[in-house]
């Protein structure tokens, strides 16, 4: 299993470009969500997913779209970049486990600077 | 609104010595997770506390719950130069994850 994978690594913007940061996990996990993350902040949810064709947003999902078409997949729409956007962006796939618990798995991060 | 909250944020320590990292959080939960961060790097799942009174250990770390004081504690016991990361409390709220602001420690020789 390749676990959750994101795409670009490394992405510079200008500001007002769209973009999308990919994500996709071959774990079948039903449950998927985008956090970013800024110093002296921790991670903050930006939107989620409990399955295929369902998202909800999260803390901070301003300025920010996403969807599922598949199990698979998570990507996340930056509609208009701004520089406030400059961030790292982790995805997570994570199941409801047999003790009750979430499972989670993160992928590497996207590290994304608008200038 | 659910608020996670760790103390302290800096953790400047002697090898050898001990410390604890406190999270507090605003709602009642029974989960409760520890991760560990390294520089440019992703999150990797140290524990899952589950219930009141839950105690787990791995090497020099052990954590703890107190789901009625809302307060997790990570012990680090005699401090060594591989435990340098930062370090992060995060309650759950079904799938998703609210996390504390990240403990940043250093270990000095």
């Known amino acids: 299993n390749a676990g959750v994978t994101q795409t670009p690594k490394f992405q510079v913007l200008k500001t007002g470009q769209s973009m999308t940061l990919q994500c996709a996990q071959d774990?079948?996990?039903?449950?998927m969500s985008w956090y970013r993350q800024d110093p002296g902040m921790g991670l903050r949810l930006i939107h989620y997913?409990?399955?295929?064709?369902?998202?909800d947003q999260g803390e901070v999902p301003n300025g920010y779209n996403v969807s599922r078409s598949t199990t698979e997949d998570f990507p996340l729409r930056l509609l208009s970049a701004a520089p406030s956007q400059t961030s790292v962006y982790f995805c997570?796939?994570?199941?409801?486990?047999?003790?009750?618990?979430?499972?989670?798995?993160f992928g590497p991060g996207t590290r994304l600077t608008v200038t | 609104e659910l608020k996670v909250e760790q103390n302290p944020l800096f953790l400047s320590m002697q090898e050898e010595k001990n410390y604890t990292i406190y999270c507090n959080y605003s709602?009642?939960?029974?989960?409760l997770y520890w991760y560990r961060q390294d520089p440019g790097k992703s999150l990797e799942s140290l524990f899952v506390?589950?219930?009141?009174?839950a105690v787990k250990q791995e090497g020099r770390l052990m954590a703890s719950l107190d789901t009625k004081a809302r307060l997790s504690t990570l012990h680090i016991t005699a401090a060594v130069h591989d435990l340098s990361a930062t370090y992060f409390c995060?309650?759950?709220?079904?799938?998703?994850?609210?996390f504390g602001e990240g403990t940043q420690l250093t270990v000095n020789p």
């Open positions: 506390l589950l219930s009141n009174g």
């Open positions: 995060a309650v759950d709220r079904g799938s998703r994850l609210t």
């Open positions: 774990m079948n996990h039903e449950y």
């Open positions: 997570a796939s994570s199941y409801l486990t047999g003790t009750g618990i979430y499972e989670q798995y």
């Open positions: 997913s409990v399955g295929a064709g369902i998202t």
């Open positions: 709602t009642t939960s029974d989960r």
